[in-house]
């Protein structure tokens, strides 16, 4: 019974002694376990973390991306919108100018049918002014009315080469209102003479005999020569000079041919005249 009871304690001994071991195994591998579970989370949430800032970095990256394409487009979006503004102005433009086309297109034929009416007219006006201006180049101008009359009645020339040519007849009469001119002649009155004629315009015309001695002035209201003396002749004979490049320009003290006041009432009368025809 003793020794029951000492192989039994002594069993209890062990136990106890084991149990003890295992007690302090189990208290000391926690502690170790312990830290590596901190690091194996710690790396753990490191990846986590790591892998979440890849996340915000990739959104970041989209963001800006879109943003740019924003940017983008709405820039395009301005260029658009003024190209579009470029071309309404244009086609404003454009339409403005097509419909003053079909203006014109309509008006053709009531343009080409008053068209030869207009040039006669224009004709017989230039063969009257001629007739009571100045006796100029008379044969000259009247020969150049007659080539116009004759051109009309021509039924295979085309209707703006006639405009063309009647115009340039009209700039040539004009061109004579503006120009100092001297050429050689007969005497209107007189073709027995040859004399040298000065024309100032179209408010002045003269002669000088060649031997520069005597001269005159033509007037127009007795449609007759005027002689020239003393300072009138010195000034015909100097404006001979200027209009033929021999002295330099300078006023001249001559009597004209036509009053002012009357060169001034028919262009009024013209004007007034052109007015009612219109």
């Known amino acids: 019974m003793v020794a029951n009871d000492t192989r039994h304690r002594t069993r209890t001994g062990w136990c106890a002694a084991w149990a003890g071991m295992a007690l302090l195994t189990s208290l000391a591998t926690p502690a170790w376990a312990q830290q590596t579970s901190l690091r ?18 990739a959104a970041d990256d989209e963001t800006r991306e879109l943003l740019t394409r924003l940017r983008d487009a709405s820039r395009d979006a301005s260029r658009l919108e003024r190209y579009n503004e470029e071309l309404s102005r244009r086609n404003e433009t454009q339409a403005a100018l097509i419909e003053r086309r079909r203006e014109a297109i309509d008006q053709l034929s009531v343009t080409r049918e008053a068209l030869p009416g207009l040039l006669r007219d224009m004709v017989t006006r230039l063969r009257t002014l001629i007739e009571a201006d100045l006796p100029f ?3 000259e101008r009247l020969a150049r009315v ?16 006639k405009l063309d040519r009647v115009l340039s007849a009209w700039r040539t009469e004009l061109d004579y209102g503006r120009e100092m001119d001297t050429w050689q002649g007969t005497l209107v009155g007189d073709e027995a003479r040859q004399v040298d004629y000065l024309r100032v315009g179209r408010v002045g015309l003269y002669y000088l005999t060649p031997d520069g001695r005597s001269g005159a002035v033509w007037r127009a209201d007795e449609r007759a020569w005027q002689p020239l003396e003393g300072d009138a002749l010195d000034e015909l004979r100097k404006g001979m000079r200027i209009a033929r490049d021999q002295r330099a320009p300078a006023l ?6 036509v009053a002012l006041e009357t060169r001034a009432s028919d262009a009024a009368n013209s004007s007034a005249a052109e007015d009612e025809e219109s």
């Open 146 to 161: 007659e080539s116009l009359e004759s051109m009309l009645d021509d039924s295979e020339m085309a209707a703006a080469d």
């Open 252 to 257: 001249l003290d001559l009597p004209v041919s």
């Open 40 to 57: 194996e989370a710690s790396a753990q949430a490191q990846q986590t973390q790591a892998a979440l800032q890849e996340k915000i970095d």
């Open 137 to 139: 180049l008379r044969e």
